[in-house]
């Protein structure tokens, strides 16, 4: 059974431009969540999707959005990047919102410059 | 607001037994969880914890005491590959959904 897949794997942007990451969950998991892990700051919760909405939303600018469709692939999309935006970003699903076992995506890593 | 605390980094032997604390504040606590993340990879789930009391998944065993808002993970006959970076998550429930909180990691270094 195919893993959470991310892509792209890679991306450097320049300050200012704006980028969107994708997320594939596992067949059949139906929450998708979001995070961010820098070494300063190590992993933090972006937001979580369930069933095309977004059920909860970290302490993150408005810059950071994100959806789900209807075939439970989620974009996060980050707008005007700044340098600080570096980092890892991965994604983890899970059958549902509340049990156990969330699985991660081997992550972007996405680099401003 | 919500807070966890973990040591930054520990160093055991190989064949040994480790135990990793983990503390925690927060409220509409709905589960802890620990990931393995070894360096440039994705997290790896290693165990949940909603009740108080001691899981055990093989060489490894997770802690919870929810009055305490402590958890451990004990990691026995350790091995090289065992050296990672271990996180501690607390889920919590509000009005809006749940939200995660990972500390900050503790780097294990295993020795021959």
């Known amino acids: 059974k195919a893993g959470v897949t991310q892509t792209p794997r890679y991306l450097i942007k320049t300050r200012g431009q704006q980028v969107t990451l994708s997320c594939s969950p596992i067949?059949?998991?139906?929450?998708v969540s979001w995070y961010q892990q820098t070494p300063g700051q190590g992993l933090q919760f972006l937001f979580e999707?369930?069933?095309?909405?977004?059920?909860n939303k970290g302490n993150f600018p408005g810059r950071f959005s994100g959806r789900q469709f209807s075939n439970s692939r989620s974009e996060m999309n980050v707008s005007t990047l700044e340098l600080g935006d570096s980092a890892l970003y991965l994604c983890?699903?899970?059958?549902?919102?509340?049990?156990?076992?969330?699985?991660f995506g081997s992550g972007t890593r996405l680099t401003v410059v | 607001g919500q807070n966890i605390d973990q040591p930054t980094e520990m160093t055991a032997t190989e064949g040994a037994i480790v135990q990793i604390n983990c503390t925690y504040q927060?409220?509409?606590?709905?589960?802890l969880f620990w990931y393995q993340q070894h360096a440039g990879e994705a997290p790896t789930f290693l165990s949940y914890?909603?009740?108080?009391g001691l899981e055990e998944k093989g060489r490894f065993s997770s802690f919870l005491s929810r009055s305490k808002g402590y958890s451990y993970l004990l990691l026995k006959e350790l091995q090289m590959k065992d050296s990672a970076s271990y996180l501690c998550?607390?889920?919590?429930?509000?009005?809006?959904?749940?939200?995660?909180?990972f500390g900050p990691g503790t780097r294990l270094s295993v020795l021959p």
């Open positions: 983890a699903s899970s059958l549902d919102s509340r049990g156990p076992g969330y699985t």
């Open positions: 999707y369930f069933s095309e909405t977004q059920r």
């Open positions: 998550a607390v889920r919590a429930l509000d009005n809006y959904g749940q939200n995660f909180v």
């Open positions: 067949s059949g998991h139906r929450s």
């Open positions: 914890n909603v009740l108080d």
């Open positions: 927060t409220s509409g606590f709905n589960g």
